[in-house]
């Protein structure tokens, strides 16, 4: 079985400042991990991905995700954040051989001015 | 990039009416579809796979004559709400993915409010 954790329910940072959100997963294989965001009243959208490679990946609007196999976490990141970055960020995970993705349950970001 | 396209937007119903809500790919194919249930604040439940040409994989207490699923075409799954009653509103939301490429994001439609009252 897959699991995604996602400890926080709510992050708050300033403007301007580094932001992170946690992630960590439970998976018997190798796992795809994958960042999506959710505005209000509308579906998510893909943000990035880790497949394999470099254990950074940059993806969009500036965010990135640093996979690290021994913590089995995959922390997404912004250097500077924007307001507009206030949304609902789920971590994803499947299972290279599975169909179906497990979501945590969601961390809601908030950045004030 | 991948449309997914979901229909409609938002939909008030009655008690004991049935609902039925699209969700389309638009510029893909896709053999299989995922239908999810979100409540207020709360993360997605996968309530069951969309199957092109066969049933559909429901999880475990999602009622299967309650939530009927069809997957006639490459390209359209739909999701029936029958009788609804106002413990079903909740936010819908569907999903799809290239198929062959294992590891292809999800792209999601924008979801369905569905109020039932």
């Known amino acids: 079985a897959q699991s995604v954790a996602q400890p926080e329910d709510q992050v708050n940072v300033a403007e301007g400042n580094p932001l992170t959100v946690k992630c960590t997963y439970s998976?018997?294989?190798?796992?795809?991990l994958f960042w999506y965001v959710q505005y209000p009243n509308r579906g998510l959208q893909f943000l990035l991905k880790?497949?394999?490679?470099?254990?950074l990946v940059k993806g969009s609007y500036g965010f990135e995700a640093e996979f690290n196999k021994s913590q089995t976490s995959f922390h997404l990141k912004k250097p500077s954040a924007l307001v507009s970055d206030s949304a609902l960020y789920f971590c994803?995970?499947?299972?290279?051989?599975?169909?179906?993705?497990?979501f945590g349950d969601g961390t809601t970001l908030t950045v004030k001015p | 990039g991948a449309v997914v396209s979901q229909h409609p937007s938002r939909v008030i119903c009655k008690s004991g009416t049935s609902v039925k809500i699209e969700c389309r790919s638009l510029?893909?194919?896709?053999?299989?579809m995922f239908w999810y249930r979100q409540f207020p604040k709360k993360s997605l439940m996968l309530m069951a796979t969309?199957?092109?040409?066969?049933?559909?994989?429901?999880e475990q207490g999602v009622e299967k004559d309650k939530f009927l699923i069809n997957h006639a075409s490459l390209t359209l799954s739909t999701l029936t709400v029958t009788s609804a009653h106002p413990e079903d509103s909740s936010f819908y939301i569907c999903?799809?993915?290239?198929?062959?490429?294992?590891?292809?994001?999800?792209?999601f439609g924008n979801g369905t409010r569905l109020t039932v009252t």
């Open positions: 510029d893909f194919q896709a053999t299989t």
């Open positions: 994803a995970v499947r299972d290279m051989s599975a169909g179906k993705s497990t």
């Open positions: 999903s799809a993915r290239f198929e062959g490429i294992g590891n292809s994001p999800l792209h």
């Open positions: 998976v018997s294989g190798n796992p795809y």
């Open positions: 969309s199957n092109e040409g066969s049933k559909a994989t429901y």
């Open positions: 880790y497949i394999t490679g470099d254990n």
